[in-house]
Every structure is written in C-alpha cells, then in structure tokens.
C-alpha cells in the first residue's frame, strides 16, 4: 500500500491516517505507518473511531486538520461511510487523495456512503490490485495493461 500511495503521489509525503477500532484494522494502519515512516513518509495523526460513533465530526476533524498530502483509511464499510459522509460535508476533504484497504469493500462502501462522497477514492486489494471507485461503479486494475470497469458489485 506505501508504495502504492507514494507512486500516486510522485514520492513520500504527509499523510493522516485513520481506522476503525477492530484488531484487524488497527493492524493495517499500524502496518502501513511503520512502512510509510520507513519509506520516508510523514504521518501527520492517526485517528480511530468506533462504528457506532454518536458523531463523526470528531474523527473528521482529527483527520483533515493539519491538511495532509493525503489520507489513508482502513475499517469496516459501514463505519468508515459514515466518516467520509461526514469529511465531505463538513471537511476540505478530498477522496481522490484517499486511499483505502481491502476492508472497505468498495462496492459496499459506495453503496453506504453515495457516489458523490467517494468518487475518485482508491485502494488496493488483499490480492494486490488497484480499485478506484466511480460515479458508476468501481473500475478494478488487475495488473494488465488496460484497465477493465466493473459495476459496483464486480470491483469487491
């Protein structure tokens, strides 16, 4: 995922990141900074909530409040929809510099959340291809040359 992001972003930068609070995403995250911080990338906060949250304003704000180069997010679909809603309301959010894990279940998270909130949204799966999410769908890079769009239930 590191290298991933840094090649998006032409090298290592800032970043915020931000997970759920099961073992399995608090994991990820922690994985990743310990592979950023080594790739030379800064991270900026990280940030974690529950799935239940009462108000996700508080994560949000946490997130996007030293204005990272970009955010990473790892976390079940529905907690993690529930905290881009919010980034997009009321953040300067932006989820074309978003990256995300398998755990978000793409198709899931842009059910849950709405095409608006999550277009240009990118991640990579546990097999090592690259999704991005779209107003119409995901569109799934299986590592060939051209890509191939999927509907929402084939980029999972």
Known sequence: MGRFLADAREGPGTV????????????AAEAFVT???AYGGDVLSRTDWPE?????????????AQSPDA????????GVAQLVRRLAHSTAWDPARTFGFASLDP?????????DVVDGLRGVHSDGTVWVVRHDGCMRL???PSPTV?????CG
């Open 71 to 78: 955010w990473v997010l790892t976390g079940a679909p529905l």
């Open 35 to 37: 592979a950023w911080q």
């Open 142 to 144: 299986p590592g060939t």
């Open 52 to 64: 239940d949250a009462a108000s996700w304003l508080r994560p949000a704000s946490r997130l996007t």
């Open 150 to 154: 999927r509907s929402q239930a084939g």
């Open 107 to 115: 198709p899931r998270l842009l059910e849950l959340a709405g095409a």
């Open 16 to 27: 915020a990141v931000g997970h759920g609070r099961d073992a399995s995403s608090r994991a």
